[in-house]
């Protein structure tokens, strides 16, 4: 009886033996290639060592797990074939729950250190650097590198270093990263950028909590839509970010995507300038800067008396032509479009009672009453004024002038269009200076209750109070300021 019960065994462990060695990688049977199969087989110790945890992190005992996830988003795997075959043989066959790089495969050309002990993945790019200086700049990839790795689970590596997939734009990531690790890619102002590098950089930097380029980034958009009257009549010569046709739509999408209220009125001014049809139909914006221009003109059509003339500034920038960006074609959300042209009605009464302003002489000029109603004689001291009737001539010029721009230009008049003030004697001319500045003034206080920014109702119910340039410049501090 033993001797039967022994060879009963030992006839077992022969036809376990058997049915194991006979069943085929492509078998029905095999959990590696039935979809949505419980659980993959152990891998041979060869396909262990090319395995480490996965950098999903998903522990459930992690305090930042939340936070991170809504930073970094997960994407259903997609197996592929790798540039390394010999290296990602071996782990395709482990398990179908494994993930897999992308084909074909991209590798930085400015974000490739060949030391670097952790590399990124964003679609169909590579990028290597240094865990340790990720951690140290940002606090999300700090709180991700620094999660206990999961119990179970592969990870993705390339030449045996860890890949972590983020779901950003490669563009986008590029140049966060070149920001992140060279200071003099992406300096603060007065130093030049560009729209594009702006956006990208800002937008990453929010995302994975980068404090200094947040900052400079905000920096470099107020230096050129500035929220002060004084900053916006010096920002020719002030902005860090050059202008090219219909950069005011496009920096009013980033305003909105970024919740940059404080942006809004004057680019919203801007885009008043511009033909209705742009505001109704959407613009092409093409990131690519301008050259071989004789002249430039600001971001609103002031300096011409046709309406719509458009922000043409030209600027040479390497940065740009290195990152091509095909050109887009925005539209206005309805909202922003029902605020433009609402703002421009006002606006245009607004300018229209300055140009009727303009037009008529100033208190002290009108003549005193006399019994004979004859205008009384320019040498007394009652009227300062030398020359009554080429006075009257160049006041009129003046407001037909400001009414043929139909909006923009009154808050550049006495500065970037002081030669329109001219053929006035020197009182007059001293009087309607003054009249074009406190007409610029009490435009540009308006602006934000025009377009309508910031409405909600003031603190303890006491009914709506327009919104004011003050409010607007201490949400913009407060987010300068923000995690600095």
Same mark, same amino acid.
């Given at each position: 009886?033993? +001797? ?29 290639? =039935? ?15 090319? %395995? ?38 071996? /782990? @395709? ?7 897999? *790089? ?16 952790? *590399? ?7 990028? #290597? ?44 990531? =590029? ?16 130093s030049p950028t560009t729209l594009l590098l702006t956006t990208s950089?800002? $937008?990453?930097?929010?995302k994975y909590d980068v404090p200094f380029l947040r900052r400079r980034?905000?920096? @470099?958009?107020?230096? !050129? ?21 219909? !950069?005011?739509? /496009? ?11 404080? %942006?809004?009125?004057?680019? %919203? ?8 049809? #742009? ?8 990131? &690519? ?18 309406e719509g003339s458009e922000d043409d500034e030209t600027a040479e ?26 703002? $421009? ?7 229209? $009672?300055?140009? +009727? ?5 100033? @208190? ?34 003046? &407001? ?46 308006? *602006? ?16 709506? $109070?327009?919104?004011?340039? =003050? #409010? ?8 300068? !300021?923000?995690?600095?």
């Amino acid at each position: 009886m033993a +001797l039967a019960n022994a060879r009963l065994s030992i006839s077992n462990v022969v036809h376990a033996l058997s049915g194991s060695s006979s069943s085929s990688p492509s078998s029905p049977s095999d959990p590696t290639t =039935e979809q949505g199969s419980i659980a993959a087989p152990t891998p041979h110790a060869s396909t262990q060592a090319l %395995m480490i945890p996965a950098f999903s992190r998903s522990s459930s005992n992690s305090s930042s797990g939340s936070s991170l996830r809504s930073c970094i988003s997960t994407a259903p795997t997609s197996p592929c074939s790798s540039p390394s075959p010999s290296f990602l043989s071996s /782990k @395709h066959a482990s398990s179908s729950h494994v993930d897999s *790089l992308p084909s074909p495969l991209h590798f930085s050309k400015h974000i490739w250190y060949p030391d670097g002990s952790i *590399l990124l993945l964003a679609h169909h790019t590579l990028f #290597k650097l240094y865990s340790g200086l990720l951690a140290a700049r940002s606090s999300v990839f700090s709180d991700m590198l620094s999660f206990p790795p999961p119990t179970e689970g592969e990870e993705l590596e390339y030449e045996g270093k860890p890949v972590v997939r983020i779901y950003d734009d490669p563009q986008d990531v =590029e140049v966060f990263l070149r920001a992140l690790t060279d200071p003099s890619f992406y300096e603060p102002p007065p130093s030049p950028t560009t729209l594009l590098l702006t956006t990208s950089i800002l $937008r990453l930097s929010l995302k994975y909590d980068v404090p200094f380029l947040r900052r400079r980034a905000l920096a @470099h958009l107020h230096s !050129t839509f500035p929220t002060s009257l004084s900053s916006w009549r010096q920002r020719e010569s002030q902005r860090t970010i050059p202008g090219v046709d219909n !950069t005011p739509f /496009k920096a009013l999408q980033v305003a909105r995507e970024f919740g940059l209220d404080w %942006m809004v009125p004057s680019l %919203m001014y801007c885009i008043a300038s511009h033909p209705i049809g #742009k505001t109704l139909d959407g613009v092409r914006w093409d990131p &690519a800067p301008r050259r071989n221009r004789s002249s430039s003109s600001s971001d609103s059509n002031s300096s011409s008396s046709a309406e719509g003339s458009e922000d043409d500034e030209t600027a040479e920038s390497s940065d740009e032509e290195e990152y091509p960006t095909d050109a887009e074609q925005i539209h206005l959300s309805w909202a922003d479009k029902r605020a433009a042209l609402t703002g $421009r009605a006002l606006l245009l009464q607004v300018q229209n $009672r300055a140009a +009727l302003a303009f037009s008529s002489p100033p @208190h002290s000029l009108l003549p005193s009453p006399s019994p004979s109603q004859e205008e009384a004689d320019p040498s007394t001291p009652t009227n300062p004024c030398t020359s009554p009737v080429a006075c009257a001539s160049a006041r009129h010029h003046l &407001a037909n002038l400001v009414i043929s721009w139909g909006v923009a230009g009154l808050l550049d008049l006495g500065t970037e269009h002081s030669g329109s003030i001219g053929g006035l004697c020197e009182f007059c001319k001293g009087v309607m200076e003054e009249q074009v500045k406190v007409a610029g003034e009490k435009l540009w206080e308006g *602006l934000p209750e025009v377009f309508g920014v910031g409405t909600e109702e003031e603190e303890g119910g006491q009914g709506q $109070r327009g919104p004011t340039w =003050e #409010k607007l410049e201490r949400g913009r501090k407060r987010g300068f !300021t923000l995690s600095a």
